[in-house]
C-alpha cells in the first residue's frame, strides 16, 4: 500500500449512489419531538433550541441515527427569516442556521450518514405577487449558501405549499450543485395552494432537475399512500414519503383536519398541534407503511412531525435493517406473564389472563 493509499480515508457513499443500493432512511419530526421535551414552543415552532440548548438537539440527532435514520437533518426548518421575524428574533437568523448545520455536521461525520441542508415552506409566498417571489428566493438563497458552507452533503426543501415556491426552491439548491431532494404538502383536497394538482408538481419538479421528488407531512400513512403511489407511477426519479405518524382518515386525511369527540378539554377544540396523542400510529403501522413503500420501489422513507426514534427503528427493521437500536428491539418471549422462555415460571405464564 502506498503512503497515499494509507492515508486517504475511504470516501462516504453519497445519497444518490446510496438510494441506487436501496432505501436511504431520513428522520424527520424535530419539532413536535423537542416541543415534547420541552425545549420548544408550539404555535410559532421556531427551533430556538438550536441556540439556547444545542446540546438536546444534537442528543436527538444521536437518537435518531440510533434508530436507523442513515440522514441527519439540519434542524433549519421554520429557523427562515420570515420566522424569525415573528417571534422577534431575526437577529440571530445567521447564528441559527449555522448552529444547526455544524451540529448536524458533527453526528454525521461521528456515525457515517449523510447531512442535510433543510429550507421549507417560507409562509411568505402569493402566487399572484411577483415581489413575494423575490423575497422567497432571497430567504433560501442565503439559507443554502449557509448549508453549502457548512458542507451539506445535499439538499432537502420540505413541506412547501406551492408548486411555484417549490420550483424556486429547486433552483436556488440546483445552482450548488448538490443533491436536491424536494418534498410538497398534500392538503386535504390533493392541491397546491396555486391549484397545481400536488402529482402534477412532482412531474414538473423532475422535469426541472429535482434529484427525489415526493410527499411530507401534513398525511399520515394511510392517506398518504394512495398519493405516494401515484407520484411513483408518474415519475422515473427517486421518490420520497415521509407521513406524519398519525392516523389520519378519507374523511380527516391531514393531521390539521383530525377531531377528537372523545375529549372536550381540547383548548380551541382542535387537536392539533398538541392533542393529537390518541391519534398516534404505533411502530408497527410506520413498519407496514415502509414495506409498502419498498414494494413500490419508493426509496427515500421516512416520517415526520410526531416521529419519535421507536417509530424510526421501526422503519429501519421494516426495510431489512439491524441499527444499533435494535439491540433492543421487543422480545416478549422474556415477559413476566406473556413470555414463553422455559425460565419463566408456568404459573406466572398461567395468571397472564388475570391482568
Not at 374523511?251 to 383548548?267: K, M, W, Y
Not at 413470555?339 to 405464564?349: E, F, L, S, V
Request: aromatic share 8%; charged share 25%; proline share 5%.
Amino acid at each position: 500500500m502506498t503512503a497515499t493509499q494509507s492515508s486517504k480515508a475511504p470516501e462516504k457513499a453519497g445519497l444518490l449512489d446510496r438510494l441506487k443500493s436501496g432505501p436511504v432512511i431520513c428522520a424527520e419530526g424535530y419539532l413536535f419531538e423537542l416541543e415534547r421535551r420541552g425545549y420548544l414552543q408550539a404555535g410559532a415552532f421556531v427551533p430556538e433550541a438550536v441556540v439556547e440548548n444545542p446540546e438536546v438537539v444534537k442528543r436527538l440527532h444521536e437518537d435518531f441515527v440510533h434508530a436507523g435514520s442513515d440522514v441527519v437533518e439540519a434542524f433549519t426548518y421554520y429557523a427562515h427569516r420570515q420566522k424569525l421575524r415573528v417571534i422577534g428574533r431575526e437577529n440571530v437568523l445567521e447564528d441559527i442556521n449555522r448552529q444547526a448545520l455544524r451540529i448536524a455536521r458533527d453526528v454525521a461525520d461521528r456515525h457515517g450518514c449523510l447531512m442535510a441542508g433543510d429550507i421549507c415552506n417560507t409562509n411568505a409566498y402569493e402566487a399572484d405577487d411577483e415581489a413575494t417571489h423575490a423575497t422567497v428566493r432571497a430567504m433560501f438563497e442565503e439559507q443554502i449558501a449557509w448549508a453549502v458552507d457548512e458542507r451539506a452533503d445535499f439538499l432537502i426543501a420540505e413541506t412547501i405549499d406551492w408548486c411555484g415556491e417549490a420550483e424556486i426552491a429547486l433552483d436556488v439548491m440546483k445552482r450548488t450543485g448538490l443533491p436536491a431532494v424536494v418534498t410538497l404538502s398534500a392538503h386535504r383536497d390533493e392541491n397546491m395552494f396555486d391549484g397545481v394538482p400536488v402529482v402534477e408538481a412532482c412531474k414538473r419538479l423532475e422535469a426541472a432537475g429535482a434529484d427525489v421528488v415526493g410527499l411530507n407531512c401534513q398525511r399520515g400513512p394511510k392517506t398518504l399512500m394512495p398519493i405516494v403511489r401515484r407520484v411513483r407511477e408518474a415519475v422515473s426519479c427517486h421518490v420520497a414519503a415521509l407521513p406524519v405518524p398519525y392516523r389520519t382518515t378519507e374523511a380527516e386525511p391531514t393531521f390539521q383536519s383530525l377531531t377528537d369527540r372523545g375529549c372536550n378539554c381540547i383548548p380551541g377544540g382542535r387537536p392539533f398541534p398538541t392533542a393529537l396523542d390518541p391519534f398516534t400510529c404505533n411502530r408497527y403501522e410506520c413498519a407496514e407503511f415502509a414495506r409498502e413503500c419498498l414494494a413500490l420501489d419508493v426509496r427515500y422513507i421516512g416520517l415526520c412531525c410526531g416521529a419519535a426514534p421507536h417509530h424510526i427503528r421501526a422503519v429501519a427493521e421494516a426495510v431489512g435493517r439491524t441499527v444499533p437500536g435494535s439491540r433492543y428491539s421487543p422480545d416478549m418471549s422474556k415477559h413476566a406473564f406473556f413470555g414463553t422462555d422455559a425460565t419463566i415460571p408456568d404459573r406466572y405464564k398461567d395468571r397472564s389472563a388475570e391482568i
